[in-house]
């Protein structure tokens, strides 16, 4: 989903003039001919599949378990302060990228 400098894919694509020497990171956009999906839509999946990830009950419940088995509450906070700060990193990611910084 995303070219990253170096790889073979983004020399081909550099190469083939689609993606220029100076973008390090680029998302496999269909409109640039890198991919079957729009920036957009890769966006909105990633965003999608991490919060499905997250926030689905069996993933809270094991965390809410193993902190009561170790009688730690601190462990369930740390764990879901980790979760939220990851989240905010990887939409500010996204949201930099989708925007063309």
Known sequence: MKY?????LWCDAVKEGKIAEDEYFVLADSRRGLGPFTKEEIINYCKKA???FYFQPRFALRLL???????????LQSHILFIFSNIKKIFNFLSLTHSGK
């Open 50 to 52: 991490q919060l499905t």
């Open 4 to 8: 990253v400098a170096g790889s073979k």
């Open 65 to 75: 378990i193993k902190s009561l088995q170790n009688n730690d509450l601190g462990f």
